[in-house]
């Protein structure tokens, strides 16, 4: 395969992206505490789901608030394959179909849940690459209510708010870094494919790239799609690595987080969702912490429950404010490092 | 029959509650392409105003319920200026996620300021007693929701017929320079906007309150989401269509109930979801949407 | 009929004009229209901008109401309005029948002329204005209820002139008013201008119909590119230029 110069430089800025990640990954694993280790785990999961949006957001630059769903898909569909019989006994004494019946091995519960995931994504993108704008949003809103009803509701098989235990945790964190990783590429690739590229220029100019004959709707699927699979991959490597899953965080509060990320780095660049992904972690990260009410300069402050809440959406407003493209507009890392080499 | 009966007054309450505030949406979106996601925020505003004349022992109906119809205006207005300026004439995702993190910045606050847990509000309990209506037993309240509807859609309809600021909201849906172009000023139709939406909001406020008798932070947001899809449905910034959306959410929520077998009860919002989600297909722009045009004006 | 130009006043404009606009540069994003033009219009007068497609007509009128990002000094009525917002144009006197009319077509003949009068306080006299105008234009007096949107391109150019007047303005831009009209209503819409020119009116008339726009212009500018490349009298710039003919087909 031949690339064009913007695909070599793409495999160059993933390549910087994907180094950064290894470092991190490195450094947590040799120094970091067992706790430690756990946030920058999640920090990666939500690195897989921010990379998952970008791939549809920032190519068709659509809102999708569905995607936590379908994170949730892939994780229920892995867990309730791989977990062993004996542990179904207990925690779904009442699964239809046979569901508590059978376990799969880790890897072909993993293509299950990819596949499943693929196919009612398909479904529902037949459906949403017919809506525009506003539309997209609120249909995929809908979307992510009865996806999340249908996990509350069918508890004899999600077990709705309660945990699904028993997931062999078969995840470390030399894997997600690994994962990371291959979406890095993955993602950026497609930002520069031919796909990618008339993605990008139907959403700045719909009527103009479909008189040059560009099928919008079939584009669009493609990416929908593939992005509902990053997502599934992200909901596996969370359930694989926990071990117990709930409906509660693949719903509203998960949907903004994640949100909030890809727009703060700056949803048309990948570098701009990894740069999102690794602020907001780190920064939520310390405004827990002062949440806590800890000791800080010998003043003893008070406990701020919501504080996370706040800083959050602080940053989605100011950003929208000040920089609606993000921190990283249209700019992707090696943009800096490749100056005047066209 | 008399169970059809009010059945058909429940959809008709539920449907006006919708109506109100997807109406309070709609006159958003239509002026300013703003999916405005901290309406709901302005609606638990009117909650905690309660709350607060409650802890000040003030317990008259008028002073409670003008409180916090006027808080909810308030409210409105202040978001506009502090947040919704910067993004007044940017795309509308940028719009949408501004609205999303005001949305969350004020659930915390309620959270941080008062409390995460319902608070109780018994002041407008009152506003709830039996009736008899043409031999149908009903809530005063469903009556006092309905004719308060219709009496907006009225008092709406001739606000936007009959004032120059109201035929500006009008003409701004279409073509908003233009209408700056012949000198009115754009700040007063966005501050009209948001005010009109904020008392909108302040009154589905009353009724949510009187129903529920407690508030939490998040007390609107499930009514507006609802409230959204009416708008949708309807088609987006028709303010006929948000309340033909609103009045048929009622409908179908209620036919949900009451045609959903026991077990499936905790379905509803997924099957409401879904069917909205497939008139939406049916008519992408929705079913009364004012037709846009791609492309360029000549 | 006859046109009330006044030779001799011209080409020198008076020593406080109308509307004087000095340097303007027009930018579209990073496309820049205009490159920097003068011109000026002198009160009582009609003074046109000619030029082809793309020349920078509708960009300079643009710049003038404001809704445009422009730079330079646009000096109106004695005051420097350079900063002004659109609104605050409006309420000096300026208005404007933008380029593709632009009414508002989800709103009633009578209640587009009604938004029109939006900014005057006076009651009587607006509504004093409406009926004049309804009856100036009988067709629009019979569809006074009717969706402007439904009316023909004549109706609502006529509309749109209406609907600037309704301001009571010191100067009316008048942005291609003959397009996309059949020539017996370009016909009428001349005829209503130059009605208005013999009332007093100020004008600034933007057009690629160079023919009907010198022939009731006091003054003209031919604009190509973004740069003024000519300008003079309807006699001088006729006559002489073989410019004027390859931009405005004037022979």
Not at chain 2, 160 to 180: H, I, N, Y
Request: glycine letters at 10%; proline letters at 4%; aromatic letters at 8%.
């Amino acid at each position: 395969m031949i690339l064009n110069p913007s695909q070599k430089r793409g495999l160059v800025g993933a390549a910087i992206l994907a180094a950064v990640l290894i470092a991190i990954g490195l450094i947590v694993t040799y120094f970091g505490s067992r706790y430690q280790l756990r946030l920058v785990y999640s920090a990666f999961v939500n690195l897989l789901v921010v990379l998952a949006m970008q791939v549809f957001m920032g190519n068709a630059r659509l809102t999708n608030l569905s995607h936590s769903a379908f994170m949730g898909i892939g994780a229920y569909v892995a867990a309730i394959c791989v977990t062993p019989v004996t542990v179904k006994a207990i925690s779904l004494p009442d699964a239809p179909w046979g569901l508590n019946t059978f376990s799969l091995d880790p890897v072909s519960s993993a293509v299950l849940a990819i596949v499943i995931t693929a196919v009612l994504a398909l479904i529902i993108g037949l459906f949403v690459v017919r809506l525009t704008g506003s539309g997209v949003t609120i249909f995929s809103l809908a979307v992510l209510v009865i996806v999340h009803s249908v996990f509350l509701y069918r508890t004899d098989i999600f077990k709705g708010n309660q945990a699904f235990f028993g997931i062999p945790q078969v995840f470390s964190l030399t894997s997600i870094v690994v994962l990371s990783v291959i979406v890095v590429f993955l993602v950026r690739l497609f930002r520069e494919s031919r796909w990618g590229i008339q993605l990008r220029a139907c959403a700045d100019d719909e009527v103009g790239a479909a008189a040059m004959g560009v099928n919008i709707r079939r584009l669009r699927l493609i990416a929908w799609v593939l992005s509902a699979v990053l997502l599934a991959v992200a909901g596996i490597a969370y359930a694989f690595f926990l071990g117990t899953i709930s409906a509660r965080p693949f719903y509203f509060n998960h949907v903004f987080l994640t949100l909030a990320m890809l727009i703060l780095g700056g949803m048309r660049t990948v570098t701009g969702a990894v740069l999102g992904t690794l602020l907001i972690s780190f920064g939520l990260e310390c405004v827990r912490w002062l949440e806590t009410g800890p000791v800080l300069l010998g003043v003893d402050l008070p406990e701020v429950l919501g504080l996370s809440g706040i800083a959050l959406g602080v940053v989605i407003v100011l950003t929208m404010a000040l920089r609606p493209g993000g921190i990283m507009g249209d700019y992707e890392i090696e943009d800096f490092l490749l100056k005047g080499q066209e | 029959m008399e169970y059809v009966a009010q059945q058909v007054m429940n959809a008709l309450a539920f449907g006006a509650e919708y109506a109100l505030i997807a109406l309070g949406l709609a006159i958003v979106f239509s002026i300013m392409g703003l999916v405005n996601f901290a309406h709901g925020e302005v609606i638990a505003v009117g909650g905690y105003t309660m709350v607060a004349f409650a802890a000040l022992a003030l317990s008259n109906p008028f002073i409670v319920i003008g409180g916090a119809i006027a808080a909810a205006v308030l409210m409105s207005l202040t978001l506009e200026r502090v947040a919704f300026r910067p993004v007044r004439y940017a795309d509308p995702t940028t719009g949408l996620l501004t609205a999303f993190g005001v949305s969350i910045i004020l659930q915390n606050v309620f959270l941080l300021v008062v409390s995460p847990r319902p608070v109780a509000v018994t002041s407008l309990y009152f506003l709830d007693w039996p009736v008899r209506l043409m031999g149908v037993q009903v809530s005063s309240l469903q009556v006092f929701e309905a004719v308060t509807t219709v009496l907006v859609i009225i008092g709406l309809m001739l606000f936007l017929k009959r004032t120059t600021l109201g035929l500006a909201m009008r003409a701004a849906s279409l073509d908003f320079e233009m209408v700056r172009m012949v000198g009115v000023r754009s700040n007063r139709v966005f501050a009209m906007a948001f005010m009109v939406s904020g008392l909108l909001a302040g009154l589905a406020c009353i009724f949510i309150m009187a129903r529920r008798g407690s508030v939490d932070p998040h007390l609107g947001f499930n009514p507006v989401l609802k409230a959204f899809v009416a708008c949708v449905v309807g088609g987006f910034g028709s303010l006929p269509g948000a309340v033909l959306g609103g009045f048929l959410l009622g409908a179908i929520e209620v036919a949900m109930l009451v045609l959903l077998p026991q077990e499936y009860g905790g379905m509803k919002d997924a099957f409401v979801f879904g069917i909205i989600a497939l008139v939406l297909v049916w008519r992408p722009d929705g079913i009364l949407s004012p037709r846009t045009e791609k492309g360029d004006k000549i | 009929m006859e046109l009330s130009t006044q030779p001799g006043a011209f080409p020198a404009p008076g020593p406080e004009p109308m509307l004087k606009v000095e340097n303007l540069i027009v930018s579209h994003g990073p496309i820049e229209a205009v490159h920097g033009i003068s011109f000026a219009v002198d009160q009582g007068r009609c003074v046109s901008l000619l030029g082809p497609n793309g020349a920078g007509k509708t960009s300079t009128i643009s710049a003038l109401m404001g809704v445009a990002r422009s730079s330079g000094q646009i000096a109106f009525d004695g005051a420097d309005i350079s900063d002004l917002p659109v609104e605050s144009r409006v309420q000096a006197g300026m208005s404007v029948a933008p380029e593709g009319r632009r009414i508002f077509s989800n709103l009633s003949v009578e209640e587009n002329l009604v938004l029109g009068g939006a900014t005057r306080p006076d009651r009587d006299g607006k509504d004093a204005d409406i009926s004049r105008w309804l009856e100036t234009f009988p067709i629009l007096g019979e569809r006074r209820d009717q969706l402007a949107g439904t009316l023909s391109g004549g109706e609502q150019q006529m509309l749109a002139i209406s609907r600037a007047l309704m301001t009571r303005p010191k100067i009316l831009l008048l942005d291609e008013p003959s397009l996309g009209l059949a020539p017996k209503i370009v016909t009428q819409i001349f005829q209503m201008i130059e009605q208005l020119k013999a009332d007093g009116m100020t004008i600034l008339l933007v057009e690629q119909n160079a023919t009907q726009a010198l022939r009731l212009s006091d003054y003209a500018y031919l604009l190509n590119n973004g740069r003024i490349v000519a300008e003079g009298t309807k006699e001088t710039l006729g006559q002489s230029s073989a410019l004027m003919a390859e931009l405005t087909g004037i022979a």
